[in-house]
């Protein structure tokens, strides 16, 4: 399928484009700054949906969908905002989703799910040509938040019985494959009961974890053996092994691979069970975690070689998104700006840094950081 993507941000606007470039739908990618100059150009592009910055300038995006809708009731339209208030408006003109800010790849992969189920489009130009919705294997994802998607990448809403069931099932698909010592279990969830009554906790869990997931139609076995249990996968997926399986057979970085690598570091959305915090996870999200900033650095060297200064400005604000509290993609981008000669770009990244480890931490930036900036500014001062 075609597609408009309308952002006054180009920063912005670049990310989204580089998600939906990803998308084995998306035929063409037509990108606007100005509302009015896409407007004009609607026709030309035949579009099948357009991802829209509600609030956009000149004109408020509500009232612009509203425009489109008017003169082309056929194009889906599909929101992008760091705002929910607008959501309500949104539906009320038949949008077919509202995506807040930062838009996760998988979530990117329902949207378009959901523009490709909503009817079977011929366009004009290519009568002949349909599209398709690919089915994928279930999958079971731990970046960013725990959740589990179809095989059309559409995410299946749980009703877990309690948070310790959902983390019973956390803890054993982390060591999946592998048999987990009952009494171990019942010392990681349930430390202050009484053994017995933690081993009753735990085999109430089990039986409404395996509902859970017949429920679901997900084929994932817990098998019971003597004082152990093991979590076997079966065709079911798991979005982190996926990823570390794609870091293993990446090919060398050369200008020909590196849309392989640049995937591989967008199918990274987030740590791992981060939104969970479970103390027993710390140890593995900081170990992926670890790997993914290893590969970006790798990849963004490559770009500077190349002198694909905005290509790498756009990784680093990818990183930004997924890893907010990340020191390193503000200093990172405040250089890269730098040699981009965009003076604006330098200041807001270092107060944004200074911003973020104010609220998280309580702490300035690092004397590195402080010392280049300094030196940055009264450089500048002196031109």
Known sequence: MDVVIIDDEPLLLNILKTKLQQMEQIRKIYTYTDPYEALNNIKRDNPEAIFLDVEIKPINGIDFAEVIKSKYPRIKIVFVTSCKDYAIEAFDLNAIDY???????????????????????????????????????KMVCFFNSMRFLDQCRKEIPIQWRTRKTQEL??????????????????EELWPNHKWQ???????????????????INFNIEIKNEE????????????????????????????????SHHKEVIHMYQGDYLNEHEYHWSEMEKEHHRSIWLYHV???VDFLIEQEEFFEAINLYHYVQEVYPTGEESYFNLMKLYNRVNNKQAVE??????????????????????QNWFKNWKSSREII
Request: aromatic letters at 10%; hydrophobic letters at 30%; a positive charge.
């Open 197 to 215: 009554n933690g081993m009753s906790l735990l085999y109430n869990s089990i039986y409404y974890l395996r509902r859970t997931l017949k429920k």
């Open 297 to 299: 650095r790798k990849v």
């Open 227 to 258: 004082n152990t249990y093991t979590l076997i996968m079966n065709d079911v997926k798991l979005d982190v092994q996926k990823w570390q399986d794609k870091i293993d057979t990446l090919p060398e970085l050369t200008q020909d691979t590196y």
């Open 169 to 186: 099932f956390a803890l054993l698909v982390h060591h999946r494959g592998k048999k987990l010592r009952k009494d171990l279990i019942v």
């Open 348 to 369: 807001t990244q270092y107060n944004m840094l200074r911003k973020v480890l104010q609220n998280e931490y309580q702490i300035e930036p690092n004397e590195k950081v």
């Open 99 to 137: 995506l807040i800010r930062p838009v996760y790849t998988e979530r990117l992969h329902e949207t378009i799910s959901r523009i490709c189920t909503d009817s079977v489009v011929k366009v004009k130009d290519y009568p002949e040509h349909t599209y398709e919705l690919k089915e994928y294997p």
